[in-house]
């Protein structure tokens, strides 16, 4: 069992956080910012070549992490790229090298990374996905055979709380969760009362809720990214206080925030936009318990 599936499992509230891997081979960036996380955060995510934009295989990275810092990972994995052998051989692969937790994801489709020659592949979806990460960790793989060992993943999966059709969000992960998913990961939230409805949504399945907090303390930026990334939604009451108060006043909400998330979920993910420095200081305002709530963005 890995580490974070013990914290989680264990009713342990956990702070996870995310790294990119590098458009290239040389990951001294990326290795120093996974020192500076290491033992600060329950896990990291490492991406997938998210929005279609070309990086380094997550597996790698994932296992390089933890091999050299000692912290655990998350590893992304889509749909886009790999048919079902692929998938498959990938699982396996990562499975050998240790790296046993994993997002299920379908994909950014090829056009949104701009470059014309991609194509996607889909031969499944999350769903699918989900599937055959269970049937590796039953000791078979898609056709019936069996392996020479089982794999044990900690299969996680994405969900958005704030999705228009709500309903058919939350068939979905509970579907992906009958079909062999351990534990949610969700979009960015700022509205407790909504994700406190989702949790209770999919209590019966039995399964951890990781909640997801968007830092982004530069309004330029999260401007830029409101627009450019479906699925997220950032209350005014935030983007205002945000553009009056500068970076320290989203810091302040953003630390209370994770604390109010702490009575409903059993985690928040950090999504950070490939910056460090603001997951350090949002950490350290957690650990010594001197930021304000976070009762201006509307929470209940």
């Known amino acids: 069992m890995s580490r974070l599936a013990e914290l989680t499992g264990g009713g342990q509230f956990v702070v996870t956080a995310e790294l990119e891997p590098p458009r290239g081979v040389d990951t001294g960036r990326v290795m120093r910012h ?13 991406t997938d070549s998210p929005r279609a934009n070309m990086r380094m295989s997550p597996i790698a990275l994932s296992h390089m992490i933890t091999e050299q810092t000692g912290l655990e990972t998350v590893f992304h994995l889509t749909c886009r790229d790999r048919n079902l052998i692929g998938l498959q051989s990938e699982l396996l692969g ?3 090298l240790g790296v046993r937790n994993i997002l299920a994801l379908t994909g950014d489709p090829p056009a949104a990374g701009g470059c014309a020659l ?8 999350s769903l699918g996905l989900v599937e055959v990460a269970d049937t590796l960790n039953r000791g078979q793989d898609m056709a019936g055979r069996t392996l020479n060992a089982p794999t044990s993943f900690y299969v996680g999966v994405a969900a958005n709380p704030l999705a228009d059709d709500r309903e058919r969000e939350i068939d979905r992960v509970l579907e992906k969760l009958a079909r062999g998913a351990h534990f949610v990961q969700t979009q960015p939230v700022f509205d407790l009362d909504i994700l406190g409805d ?24 999260l401007v830029n990214t409101l ?10 009451s935030f983007t205002g206080a945000l553009a009056k108060g500068g970076p320290a006043a989203g810091l302040g909400i953003l630390a209370g925030l994770v604390r109010d998330i702490s009575s409903l979920a059993q985690g928040a993910h950090v999504m950070s936009m490939g910056r460090v420095e603001p997951v350090l200081e949002l ?16 929470q209940r």
């Open 34 to 46: 996974a020192r500076l996380l290491a033992g600060r955060v329950a896990a990291v995510n490492v």
């Open 94 to 96: 990562a499975a050998a």
């Open 118 to 125: 991609y194509r996607g592949v889909y031969d499944v979806d």
């Open 198 to 221: 989702f949790v209770e949504r999919i209590k019966a399945a039995g399964a951890p809720v990781i909640a997801g907090v968007l830092l982004v303390l530069n309004y330029g930026l």
């Open 227 to 236: 627009s450019q990334v479906p699925g997220i939604h950032i209350p005014e």
């Open 283 to 298: 950490l350290s305002l957690l650990e010594t318990g001197s930021s304000p709530a976070a009762q201006e963005v509307g």
